[in-house]
């Protein structure tokens, strides 16, 4: 009888693996899928949840659990005294899901092969958009010559969100270059998804896309290497090569990019204000200024002096939105990763961190995939580190 329990675990147990990295698949091809499954694709979530929950039988809740609900409880009581609900009703079904996503998967002791499964499913899902980005892609919204993206069955993906997943593929196939045992077929095959995507990144004309990349190559630097100092004399080799690379890059894409989108990525002189950013910003943070602890509720930037737009910027509509308090509610789980991960010399955490937060600095995102994605599979990582390395050390105190 015990026997046949184990086996109906096990099973559901590589049942659940196989619709985790379902999920992580979808993200990536969301609106194309869409197009055949409707919008009932989404709902793969919550069975990727209940599938979790039956599983596993041990759940440990620990402080950043609370954390996260406390941040969710707070947007919802300030909905009563935001006076509409405009961005409530956006979001309200997104921020549950990606809630209770986050505590189940974090709370429960996930099997070491959840590690390959959001690396190879990840890389090779990104590779896979950087592939068709090569030949599928068309103007965004069949106008935007500057901003090109993959268009499949009419269906488009907005250009920072495809930038977004493209990215990852870029930080994962680094950190296996530098890492991970490999022959040359398959450092061929990585330094291909790095050119390949970034390439695609850069027909997407995200702004936020080149950040991100510059963010990841200075933190690589100043991070990936055996001396105990930040600023070594091999990192400041590497910022060097960077900035060699860099020029490189740029002259190789004044050459094979189409005019209007080199000059949307690179003429910096149209970066100020861009999209308007710098008045949204002022108007965000004009109604944290007056509600500085607990800030003005959910959505009030939604029409707050006439402007009826969003913040294009997550960290200044969060303090708008729930405060000090919010603020840190809802990014001292994503602070305890990205220095916990430092700790323990495991970049891969910070890397997915970079990539999926980063794009947050000229973006709304707290609604998007990737932005919650980065946020749940990095604590999953470094969760299943934690738990090898407490195994680990069990076993040498027993020998």
Same mark, same amino acid.
């Given at each position: 009888?015990t026997?046949?329990i184990?086996?109906?675990? *096990?099973?559901?147990k ?6 985790f990295?379902?999920?992580?698949f ?9 197009t ?6 989404k ?7 209940? +599938? @979790?929950?039956?599983?596993h ?12 609900i ?13 006076? #509409? ?7 309200l079904? @997104?921020?549950?899901?990606m809630?209770? #996503?986050?505590i ?16 190879e ?12 980005? +090569?030949f599928?892609s068309?103007?965004?919204?069949g106008?935007a *010559? ?9 269906a488009?993906?907005?250009p920072?969100?495809?930038?977004a ?16 045992e /490999?022959?040359?077929?398959q ?5 291909g ?6 390439y695609?990144m850069?027909?997407?004309?995200s ?11 200075v933190?690589a630097? +100043?991070?990936m290497?055996? *001396?105990?100092?930040? =600023? ?9 090569v ?17 005019e ?8 910096f002189?149209?970066?100020?204000g861009?999209?308007?950013? @710098?008045?949204?910003w ?5 109604i =944290?200024?007056? /509600? ?12 707050y ?10 960290y200044?509509?969060e303090?708008?939105d ?19 991960? +430092?700790?323990?010399?495991? #970049?891969?955490?910070d =890397?997915?961190?970079i ?11 707290? /609604?998007k995939? #990737?932005?919650?994605?980065a ?14 390395? *407490?195994?680990? /050390? ?6």
């Open positions: 009888m026997k046949t184990k086996t109906y675990n *096990d099973l559901l590589k049942i659940t693996q196989f619709f990295g379902l999920y992580l979808y993200c990536f091809f969301e609106p194309y899928i869409n055949i499954l409707s919008s009932y694709g709902y793969l979530i919550f069975l990727v949840i209940v +599938l @979790t929950i039956a599983s039988r041990s759940v440990s809740i620990r402080w950043y659990h609370v954390s996260m406390l941040w969710l409880m707070l947007k919802l009581v300030s909905i009563y005294w935001v006076g #509409f609900n405009d961005i409530v009703q956006l979001h079904l @997104t921020l549950t899901a809630v209770m #996503f986050f189940v998967t974090s709370a429960v002791t996930l099997e070491p092969a959840y590690e390959k499964i959001i690396i499913t990840q890389l090779y899902s990104s590779f896979a958009l950087g592939i068709l980005s +090569l599928f068309q103007p965004f919204l106008k *010559d500057s901003r090109l993206v993959i268009t499949l069955m009419g488009q993906m907005d920072n969100n495809q930038s997943f493209l990215i990852i593929g870029v930080a994962i196939a680094i950190y296996k270059l530098y890492y991970k /490999n022959n040359k077929l450092k061929l095959f990585l330094l998804v790095i050119l390949v995507n970034i695609g850069f027909l997407t004309g702004r936020g896309g080149i950040v991100s990349l510059a963010a990841l190559a933190f630097i +100043l991070f290497h055996n *001396d105990p100092k930040l =600023f070594s004399t091999q990192s400041i080799k590497m910022f060097i960077l900035g060699i690379f860099g020029g490189v890059a740029l002259l190789v894409g004044q050459s094979f990019l189409p209007a989108i080199f000059e949307r990525l690179f003429g002189g149209g970066y100020e861009g999209s308007e950013r @710098t008045m949204l002022s108007n965000a943070i004009e =944290f200024i007056k /509600n500085p602890l607990i800030g003005g509720g959910w959505g009030k930037y939604w029409g002096n006439d402007i009826y737009r969003v913040v294009h910027n997550t200044i509509s303090l708008a729930g405060g000090i308090l919010g603020f840190l509610f809802l990014f001292s789980p994503v602070i305890y990763v990205g220095l916990k991960s +430092l700790r323990l010399r495991y #970049f891969l955490p =890397f997915i961190l990539m999926g937060l980063m794009p947050s600095l000229f973006l709304d995102t707290i /609604n995939r #990737f932005f919650w994605n946020i749940i599979v990095s604590i999953i990582l470094l969760n299943i580190r934690l738990k090898n390395q *407490d195994r680990s /050390n069990h076993k040498e105190r027993i020998t």
